[in-house]
């Protein structure tokens, strides 16, 4: 675990309106005859930080990646932000805008710089003149702590400051909700922190947050809910505490007890 | 290497088996410069010896010696096509140079048909639909396969000699005839005003690139977009269309009409020479859709996903983050496909066109005087590659820069 426990704010602190950001109702995925992901019912709040955590192979990447369209489920609704989610090219443009991605290995643009990978989106989608945009991006990428990185490649970087560069083109475009499939999975541990204090830092800002992580410090300090996926099923959620010490299903304290006795 | 120059063996125990002085088969600098010497070496060497071949042959066999004069005497032997008008008695010189014309235009046109076929055909073989990804790898095997000489004479002798004759020709429209002696076209005839349209067209192509750069420069001050592409479109058609209405007609058309034999008048394209043109095209396209193909699937697919997960639309993802990486991947070896194209068209002669290779063996066969053939033929391909690659070379760079 690379994050310390931290003795201020957990999770639970933080404050969580009563606005429904994203809703999953029976929503339903096959891959061909293999039925990935199953009824799954998902209510996520306004301000809420989720940590979804399974086995390989569970459906925790078809999920989230269901929720900005990457993949298309074929049962069931999802809703995000009031909009639902249908072939309709346009509510899935809208919904792309307000929700952020970033993947296991940072899927940084390598043709352009670490300034123009952060400006791209912006100028072309939000239609900000080059300079605001610019100005904006050198706004996240302090927040990042990557200021001086602005005119490299993506290739110049390490990982640690690539997935940062990620995250920070994602906040460029002020999404609603930030989507985290295993952030930090492809990184070196030296590098583990720098990316989990950053996504820490903007848990405390107030963002909405859903990650598929195995970091299970992280999901102490600042999920407020936890969910364990497995075999294309939600099997048991809670908060983090109750989760981590009285797990209810065995599946959940096996899963447990491989990941933390490594 | 091992040996850092100057380290101080600080604490470690000195071990008297190092040499301090490296053996020059070992020193890698040493080694590189011996190298260098021994190739440049073998290489005058072997130039010395060509040239001494040659001067000691031309002394033995009592030839006149080299000069270019020969170019102004009569040729005496005429080229089945030429774009250039040619007699019995034009000097060879010119006849040559109708050759190296004959080559460029058949190059040119192949290149065009590779290019876009393997383009089709590139894209088409990394499609989901089962039947067209199989159609276009079967082609692209099967091309692959059959030496390029056996496809020309195959277009050649195999189906364009299948034609109909000329009173059964097949027709287009009655404008357009193709038959067992060639393809029949319309041949444009320039009236008087034509000048008029020409500057039409220019005049649009330019404001087209002027619209482009401020619509750019528009987006980055102020983000608002403008519909390039449809406007000017729109403009490079109907500028020109509309001084061509104006100005009633500015070109004429010369049809091809049916004479005793064969057809009279318009613009008459070879047998040999459409052979040639599709043979190469067509070849050449199954290796351009190769490397269009392997360009596109270098592009991982996590960049367009990422693309798409901020928002931009699939033409955008294409044109902003997935062609600038793949052309970067697919330029280089475009080049040395055009320059097979020009180097392959060499092939003209066994199907009866008169290409430059051809018409150097002519001449050389009439005049004797084969060193300055082949003079001739190395100094037009080489110009024609170093074209090439420069300009291809330019254009890689301008993708390259933009990414790094
Ligand atoms: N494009 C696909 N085609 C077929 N099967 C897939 C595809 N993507 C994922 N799968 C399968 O779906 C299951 C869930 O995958 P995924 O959501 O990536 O799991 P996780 O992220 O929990 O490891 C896996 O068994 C995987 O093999
Ligand atoms: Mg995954």
Not at chain 1, 184 to 199: F, N, Q
Request: glycine content about 8%; overall charge positive; some cysteine.
């Amino acid at each position: 675990m690379s994050t310390q426990a931290q003795a201020n704010p957990s999770g639970a602190d933080l404050a969580i309106s009563d606005e429904v950001m994203i809703g999953l109702t029976g929503v339903n995925k096959w891959y061909g005859q293999f039925h990935v992901l199953k009824d799954i019912d998902l209510t996520v709040l306004k301000g809420e930080r989720i940590v979804i955590c399974g086995p390989s192979g569970s459906g925790k990447s078809t999920l989230i990646r269901c929720i900005n369209r990457l993949e298309e489920h074929q049962r069931g609704r999802i809703v995000v932000d009031g909009i639902e989610l249908t072939h309709d090219l346009k509510n899935i443009e809208k919904v792309r805008r307000e929700v952020g991605m970033v993947f296991q290995h940072f899927n940084l643009f390598p043709h352009l710089t670490v300034l123009d990978n952060l400006t791209l989106a912006p100028i072309w989608v939000k239609k900000v003149p080059k300079k605001e945009a610019e100005e904006v991006a050198m706004h996240y990428l302090k927040r990042v702590k990557i200021p001086e990185q602005a005119g490299k490649f993506p290739g110049q970087l390490s990982g640690g400051q690539q997935q940062r560069v990620a995250i920070a083109r994602s906040l460029c475009m002020s999404p609603k909700v930030m989507l985290f499939d295993e952030p930090t999975s492809a990184l070196d541990p030296e590098m583990i922190k720098e990316v989990l204090d950053v996504m820490i830092e903007l848990a405390r800002s107030g963002m909405t947050m859903i990650c598929v992580t195995h970091e299970m410090g992280f999901a102490r300090t600042v999920a407020n809910r936890v969910i364990f996926m497995d075999k294309g099923e939600i099997i048991e959620q809670n908060e983090p505490e109750e989760f981590f010490n009285n797990p209810k299903s065995d599946r959940t304290k096996l899963f447990l007890s491989q990941i933390l006795h490594h | 290497m091992a040996l850092a120059k100057g380290a101080p063996e600080s604490g470690a125990v000195a071990n008297p088996a190092t040499p301090q002085v490296i053996a020059f088969w070992r020193d890698e600098r040493k080694r590189g410069m011996i190298a260098q010497v021994v190739v440049v070496a073998a290489l005058l060497g072997f130039i010395w010896f060509l040239l001494r071949n040659f001067l000691i042959k031309q002394e033995m066999s009592g030839a006149p010696p080299l000069s270019l004069y020969f170019l102004q005497d009569v040729a005496g032997f005429q080229l089945s096509f030429s774009l250039i008008p040619l007699t019995l008695d034009s000097p060879i010189g010119r006849v040559i140079f109708a050759g190296a014309l004959n080559t460029l235009i058949a190059a040119f046109f192949a290149g065009i048909i590779a290019t876009f076929l393997g383009l089709l055909v590139g894209i088409a073989r990394l499609s989901k639909n089962w039947l067209i990804s199989h159609i276009a790898a079967t082609y692209i095997e099967i091309i692959r396969n059959i030496p390029l000489l056996l496809q020309l004479v195959f277009w050649y002798g195999g189906v364009l000699t299948a034609l109909p004759k000329p009173k059964d020709s097949i027709s287009l429209l009655d404008v357009v005839f193709l038959n067992i002696k060639g393809l029949f076209l319309p041949k444009p005839i320039l009236q008087e005003g034509v000048g008029l349209f020409f500057i039409a067209i220019a005049v649009a192509i330019g404001l087209a690139i002027f619209i482009a750069r401020w619509a750019r420069k528009r987006q980055m001050a102020t983000g608002q977009q403008f519909p390039t592409i449809i406007v000017n479109t729109a403009l490079i058609i109907l500028l020109p269309a509309f001084v061509f209405v104006l100005l009633h007609d500015p070109i004429g058309w010369e049809f091809p009409e049916k004479g005793a034999f064969n057809f009279k008048g318009g613009l008459t394209v070879q047998p040999e020479m459409t052979a040639l043109i599709v043979g190469i095209g067509i070849s050449t396209a199954a290796y351009v859709a190769e490397i269009v193909r392997a360009g596109i699937i270098s592009v991982s697919h996590g960049q367009s996903e990422a693309s798409h997960a901020l928002g931009l639309k699939s033409s955008w993802t294409l044109r902003l983050v997935v062609l600038p990486q793949a052309l970067r991947v697919i330029i280089p070896p475009m080049i040395s496909q055009y320059l097979n194209v020009v180097k392959n068209s060499t092939l003209a002669g066994f199907i009866g066109y008169a290409d430059l290779f051809a018409v150097i063996g002519t001449s050389q066969n009439q005049t004797g005087r084969a060193v300055e053939c082949v003079v001739i033929l190395m100094v037009f391909y080489l110009t024609i590659s170093l074209i090439i690659s420069t300009i291809m070379n330019v254009y890689n760079k301008r993708a390259a820069l933009i990414e790094r």
